[in-house]
């Protein structure tokens, strides 16, 4: 197939590039790049040293044989561009990545909260009304995530995407109906990813697009089998406050002998995948595309769900790293539950990657290698939900010292 990545250059999107390229599809990553340029932004790098999105794709080549062809184009800002690149290339597949995905990024100011709705939502919107446009029969494929459901204490278990409905008549007699099922976003980020699920529902039952949604859990861990091949294709690990998801800040965190940072009580329960996991995921759901007319195919990709106190204490436990509690900087429950169904990959025949020693301390030995490269000041987590809650973080005496930590 041919295949277009948007958002090719990032932390889900490379992996997955070069996933689908190793399985002989031709694929082509459309990118503006912007994650780079937030890393300039925050004053923050990659632990592990990134190449050209340009040098990458040369050692690809030279590895391998196969191309990865870039496109440097902003979804949200270049429509025309887009839709002429769609007309004369007609991928048979689209995997949007394209957007802001950091949580903690998104509710950094006003300024932050516009961004990234202004980039995610008319990502979106631009690609589905290209495609619409131009009469395009793609399987779109996009990477959402759990956090569209916020965190249910409610006790049930969470579907993939739909839930029946009973609803009482004006004559008293209860009519049943699919739904989607209710979102609650958490923050900025994940109201973006809620909208668009919206989107997709139009866009499907009106036009007929073929979607499929993935709701992904946080993501750990740093290889895949293709970018272990060359050091060069290594995968971006984010470590800072705003994008390093809780995992991988952990393993990073014990590795350079700074305390494992738990904001709040630690109860908050969260779903987990394997990048490794991830990409075989995207190339699954590939595989199962949605007929024309139908709805949109939405999965639960996730694999094994964690209280962030019990993974803290796990790695304290590999690594003897000391655990520092710090005020919570979200607005959310201190405790969860979260039980959720991902009954439709493991149907399709994916055999999960669990939470093992070993792969913890692979990501560990990489954390080492490049601890050089780390820039303390910038771990601890300081974008609050709330100007309520910016002022407690603020003056925590723990917290400004742990920021300083040298």
Request: some cysteine; charged content about 25%; proline content about 3%.
């Amino acid at each position: 197939m041919k295949i277009a990545v948007l958002g090719g250059d990032g932390f889900c999107g490379w992996p997955t590039s070069l996933h689908l390229s190793d399985a002989g599809h031709e694929v082509h990553i459309l990118d503006n790049l912007s994650r780079r340029w937030i890393d300039t932004e925050l004053g923050v790098q990659s632990l592990t040293p990134m190449d050209s999105i340009q040098e990458r794709t040369r050692i690809w080549h030279q590895e391998t044989g196969r191309r990865i062809h870039f496109h440097l184009i902003d979804l949200a800002k270049d429509y025309q561009i887009l839709k002429q690149w769609l007309a004369e290339e007609r991928p048979d597949a689209i995997i949007h990545f394209a957007e802001q995905r950091a949580a903690p990024y998104s509710m950094k100011s006003d300024r932050h909260k516009n961004y990234t709705v202004s980039n995610n939502v008319n990502a979106t919107h631009n690609l589905l009304n290209a495609m619409v446009e131009i009469g395009l029969d793609a399987h779109l494929v996009h990477l959402g995530t759990m956090g569209v459901y916020g965190y249910s204490t409610i006790g049930a278990a969470i579907p993939e995407g739909y839930l029946d409905a009973g609803i009482e008549t004006l004559d008293g007699t209860t009519k049943k109906m699919e739904i989607l099922y209710p979102t609650r976003p958490g923050s900025i980020y994940h109201m973006t990813k809620s909208l668009d699920q919206i989107l997709f529902q139009f866009y499907a039952q009106n036009d007929g697009l073929r979607i499929t949604d993935l709701h992904q859990g946080i993501v750990w861990g740093t290889h895949t089998e293709q970018t272990k091949r060359h050091e060069q294709l290594i995968n971006r690990f984010d470590y800072d406050g705003d994008y390093g998801t809780v995992l991988n800040r952990f393993l990073i965190q014990a590795a350079i002998g700074y305390p494992i940072t738990v904001h709040g009580t630690g109860g908050q329960t969260r779903a987990f995948i394997h990048i490794q996991d991830s990409v075989r995921c995207i190339d699954l759901a590939l595989q199962d595309a949605p007929k024309r007319g139908e709805r949109v195919k939405i999965f639960n990709q996730m694999t094994e769900t964690h209280r962030v106190r019990d993974l803290a204490e796990l790695v304290s436990k590999l690594t003897g790293a000391e655990i520092a509690w710090l005020p919570n900087p979200r607005k959310e429950a201190a405790e969860n539950d979260l039980v959720v169904k991902n009954d439709q990959f493991l149907a399709l025949g994916l055999d999960p990657i669990t939470l093992r020693e070993g792969l913890l301390d692979e990501v560990v030995e990489v954390a080492k290698k490049y601890a050089y490269r780390v820039d303390r000041s910038r771990i601890a987590a300081v974008s609050a939900w709330t100007k309520e809650i910016s002022k407690v973080v603020e003056r925590d005496p723990e917290h400004r010292g742990l920021k300083s930590v040298s």
